[in-house]
């Protein structure tokens, strides 16, 4: 049975598109839904000329980090909605800083999560994608169960 699910969000089309998933599945079972986004170390510390151009778009002043932190809250507010708009009542979210895939598996044991739902590409860079995605490096890592969205 699944009682608590997590899916991990970066603002890619893939990662939208499992956050209905997970939504969709917690609605039905009746399971706590738990939304993540993970910020890289690196993210935190420069944030890219896009996110930059969008904060002064929406008046988000502050240091890098703050900016990034916004933008993500704001992400994770989105799929909040999502998951309302699904029917789920029990949700959380949280941003993380730290390495992407190792923070999900990691966040996922903390809540006891029986799936973990993530997107099969996300914003991720070249070099990301000839190593191996962060999708990829959660199914190794899981101990539970991870649904890839495409």
């Known amino acids: 049975m699944i009682n608590k ?3 991990a969000v970066d603002g890619s089309s893939h990662s939208i598109k499992a956050v209905e998933y997970a939504a969709s599945i917690a609605a039905g079972c009746g399971a706590k839904l738990s939304i993540i986004t993970v ?11 896009e996110l930059r151009a ?8 502050g240091t890098d980090l703050e900016a990034a932190k916004m933008l993500s809250n704001q992400l994770l507010s989105h799929a909040k909605e999502t998951a309302l708009e699904k029917g789920v009542t029990d949700i959380e979210t949280k941003l993380i800083v730290g390495p992407v895939a190792r923070s999900i598996v990691e966040s996922a044991r903390e809540n006891n999560a029986d799936i973990i739902v993530i997107g099969s590409r996300g914003l991720g860079n070249i070099e990301a994608t000839l190593r191996g995605g962060v999708s990829h490096r959660v199914e190794l890592l899981a101990k539970c169960s991870v ?3 495409k």
Do not use: F
């Not at 690196?42 to 944030?47: C, D, M, P, T």
């Not at 969008?54 to 002043?61: G, K, T």
């Open 5 to 7: 699910i997590l899916v």
């Open 54 to 61: 969008y904060a002064e778009l929406e008046h988000i002043q």
């Open 39 to 49: 910020l890289r170390n690196h993210q935190a510390a420069k944030v890219s000329e």
């Open 147 to 149: 649904l890839t969205v």
